[in-house]
């Protein structure tokens, strides 16, 4: 089974529509250095991740690289898994890792898979996403499923597949690349910022029912 995160909640209210729809992680993003409608502040990513239920992987996404910033967000905001976006460095993330033992997510490029590479020994998944220039996800663009799957042959690491995905490709995204888990953000909004609660739902259903084995014939009598 596909797992699901649901990247860039920032009310009580999506919060729940995500839960409701049995999506297995909630992405909540803070601290980035690009415009991002999806963006909130410290103190609301630490009410979300509050609130949010049992059985719900809280991830807190961003872009800051220092490892004093990245230990203050995962101190106070208290999330199961940290994703880290932008050029980070391996000291950065051992000195992360060992103050506050959080589970440890690297955005890589889809377009260059060197840092997947790099950086595999170290963390604990990659999320394989259409990055901008400056390594922000949220771009909105898919990209080759194919050659993800080629990647995530050889790493160690789970891969989570991210980038462009919507209720309508997400199954045959699964096929194509299929990922350890997807994650959406831009592609389940109702408008800027705030999720459309018929496409979270439809978007966790369809990734759930997608399957990446062949179903068996049987045999006719
Ligand atoms: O979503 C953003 O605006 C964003 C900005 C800066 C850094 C990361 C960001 N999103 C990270 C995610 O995990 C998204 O779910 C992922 O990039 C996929 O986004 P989309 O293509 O919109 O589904």
Redesign the pocket.
Known sequence: MTRV????VTTRGDLETVADAGADAV?I?CD???D????VSLERARDLIEAAPPFVTT?L???ATDPERTIELVETATPDAI?L??EVDRDAIDSLRAATGVTILL?ADAEDLADADRYDDLVDGL?V???DE?????????HDWERTRTAATHLESPV?L?????PDNVADAIRAAEPFAV???????AEEGRKDPDAVHSFVARAGRATTVEPEVSPSP
Do not use: F
């Open positions: 995160k649901i990247c860039g992405g993003i980035v250095t690009v991002t409608p999806r963006e991830v996404v961003t872009m994703q976006h932008g955005a999320v996403d259409s990055t400056d390594g922000a996800g949220g771009t909105g663009e898919t989570i991210a980038g462009g995905l919507e994650d959406v953000s831009s592609g389940v909004e």
